[in-house]
């Protein structure tokens, strides 16, 4: 509406007919940005082969915010993370960044009025804001990608004492990997209700959830490479 707006103000020419043509176009621009930012992300990443309207719906997180995080630039830094950390401890590099671009997709199905409210959340709104992980799992499975990668979605919330989103303890280290290099970015950029951390206060906190909250040799991995 905004871009429309200003096309009809630097034209000049305003009524019925000229403003529905100027809404039209400013929707053509806009998908067409949302499609560039999208496929930014993934070269910046180095992710390739990624669908089409995958690549838009990643685009859409450019517009997005979660808990004060640009979503997108988020998702870029924990793929990047998670690809130094794989390569660290000898996993498939590739699929990690993958993974990690992709493991807060499922955002985009959370209203603006959870992701963007200043301060914490109520119970009902945490349990909505949970149900990213599993409308990611479905929209990726949807669009055919490996089951690895859904599960990272799925899965980025665990912990290995069994008290993360699903209550799950056996999960892959590819979620492990991304749930540390989600933490970590978080702890390192701040976010709504908590500021950024310093480098010891980020130490401590990988130091102190090792093996209850974050796999030990990630954690170290983290810190080695890291801080």
Known sequence: ARIALEKLILDGR??????????????????????EEGEAAALEVGVH???????????R???????????????IEVAQLSGLLAGEIGLDVRLAK???????????????SILQKPGRLTDEE????????????C??????????????????HERLDGNGYGKKRDF???????????????????????????VDQIR?????CSGTQFDPEIAEVCSVLFL
């Open 172 to 198: 892959s280290n590819f979620s492990k990997i991304v749930y540390v290099a989600d933490c970590f970015d978080v702890m390192s950029h701040g976010c709504m209700y908590q500021s950024p951390r310093t």
């Open 49 to 59: 082969g990624i669908h089409p309207e995958l690549l838009r719906l990643l685009g």
């Open 204 to 208: 401590s906190e990988l130091q102190r």
């Open 139 to 156: 929209l990726l499975a949807q669009l055919g990608f490996p089951r690895e990668i859904c599960m990272v979605a799925l899965d980025h």
């Open 14 to 35: 305003i009524h019925p007919a000229r403003i529905e043509e100027m809404v039209e176009k400013a929707q053509r621009d806009v998908e067409a940005m949302i499609r």
């Open 126 to 137: 945490y349990e909505t804001m949970k149900q990213h992980t599993s409308k990611g799992f």
């Open 61 to 75: 997180m450019k517009f997005r915010t979660s808990y004060g995080q640009n979503a997108l630039k988020h998702s």
């Open 98 to 112: 993958r993974a990690g671009l992709l493991h807060d997709i499922g955002k985009l199905c959370i209203p603006d």
